[in-house]
């Protein structure tokens, strides 16, 4: 391999992953060009509620999962909804996603996230002190409220002893003393647990002040550029063909989020990744707003005040590549939002936002070596936590490009799991 003086690469995907993974191999020296079909940082980057979680051990696969995806087939307004599609890789995808709905592979899958999420908090903690600033940072915890004692305890039960194994702290915060905690909250509520290391900034702000620091640093971005085919000359791609002619490279890499899946085709071998549909709209900040990000279980919809406005986002759909933004949705954000908070919303959404987010059937991202292709790596399927495992995901792929021993123990990470 030549050094990376000499190296370029190319990474294929304009969002938070992408720029991770252009900040890491600027970092070790290597010249980078980062392509996006679209507007840089526009999809799952740009409209989700900005937590960095390590207390989201848990996977989307869990024992109860099932049984609320089939429940959902039926029911539209379902905030977690399975919309049936006879496509043949979507229906494998259920299949295997269904197989692991266990407490057995929940817990497993819950080893593998707890050592990425804590490897890129600390990332986190590194960079937004000495790179990276004016991102609305905040280290306040995330709030888990509930309106009933049953959601409460089963919460405990499961993802909060799951968290706690890991080292993952948390407090319980009594209903009674919750308006206390925070005032912006309805009495009443049953309680809430408090995980005090999670932190929240402004995911538009973030992108845009990282993308500012690594033009300055040499990286070059493409926006507008579409990725359509690529040359191959034995376990080597030579270079990728795109909307504006061929690029030459010493390495790719593919990040480029729900469509990951299809595009990795082309390089040998289709990804199972699936377009999981979320939705936000943003307001201003209301008066009495709560002070720390929160999330309400019970109606699947997470809330985040910002500096300069307030974001209410939830539902998880897996209907395909769907591009709508129905009204009912919209308006569902702010119902569930309103069991909870004791203040009366903004009437007006400043911006109103859809993004497909890449899921895998196991719940765990895809990183590393692109199968039976030696210069090509891996950095999609997510899942709901790309902003949060973006710093650990371009450290891990900067290792991979080096042949360095990676931080953490990628193996589960692998596309290999998938043969």
């Given amino acids: 391999m030549a050094g990376p003086e000499s190296d370029s690469v190319v990474v294929i995907g304009g969002g938070v992953i992408g720029i991770a993974c252009a900040h890491y191999l600027n970092e070790a020296g290597y010249v980078v060009t980062v392509l996006e079909s679209g507007t840089l940082a526009a999809g799952c980057s740009y409209g989700n509620c900005g937590y960095i979680c390590p207390s989201h051990v848990l996977p989307l696969a869990t024992p ?17 909804r399975i919309k049936p599609r006879l496509e043949t890789a979507f229906i494998r995808w259920l299949w295997q996603f269904a197989r692991r709905c266990s407490t057995l592979q929940m817990l497993e899958t819950a080893e593998h996230l707890s050592a990425i999420l804590e490897s890129s908090a600390a990332e986190y903690r590194r960079l937004l002190a000495d790179e990276i600033d004016g991102t609305e940072y905040r280290q306040s915890g995330l709030l888990y409220a509930f309106q009933t004692t049953k959601a409460a305890e089963a919460f405990s039960a499961s993802e909060r002893t799951v968290a706690a194994r890991h080292g993952v702290r948390s407090s319980w915060i009594d209903g009674v003393d919750l308006s206390d905690f925070d005032g912006a909250l309805k009495p009443g509520l049953a309680g809430g647990v408090l995980f005090p290391d999670d932190a929240s900034l402004r995911p538009d702000r973030l992108t845009a002040q990282w993308i500012a620091l690594l033009k300055d640093r040499g990286v070059i971005f493409r926006e507008g550029v579409r990725f359509e085919n690529v040359v191959r000359s034995g376990r080597l791609i030579t270079a990728i063909e795109t909307s504006e002619g061929p690029m030459k490279a010493d390495h790719f890499v593919l990040a480029a989020g729900a469509i990951s899946g299809r595009l990795a085709s082309h390089f040998g071998k289709a990804l199972p990744v699936e377009p999981g549909k979320g939705y936000s709209i943003t307001l201003d900040r209301p008066e009495g707003s709560p002070h720390v990000p929160m999330l309400f279980l019970e109606h699947h919809v997470g809330i985040t005040p910002f500096d300069t406005g ?30 909870y908070l004791s203040g009366d919303l903004p009437t007006v959404n400043i911006e109103e936002w859809y993004g497909w987010r890449p899921m895998t059937w196991d719940s765990l991202p895809i990183i590393g070596a692109m199968p039976d292709t030696d210069n090509v790596s891996l950095a999609t399927g997510h899942n709901m936590l790309g902003l949060t495992l973006a710093p650990a995901t371009g450290k891990l792929v900067a290792e991979h490009v080096q042949g360095r021993t990676p931080h953490i123990d990628s193996s589960p990470y692998s596309a290999a799991r998938f043969n």
């Fill in 64 to 80: 109860g999962a099932l049984r609320e995806g089939v429940l959902s087939v039926l029911n539209p307004s379902a905030t977690y």
């Fill in 310 to 339: 307030f974001r209410i986002g939830s539902m998880m759909e897996f209907a395909g590549f769907d591009t709508s933004i129905p009204r009912r949705r919209l308006q569902q954000l702010r119902a569930s939002a309103s069991h």
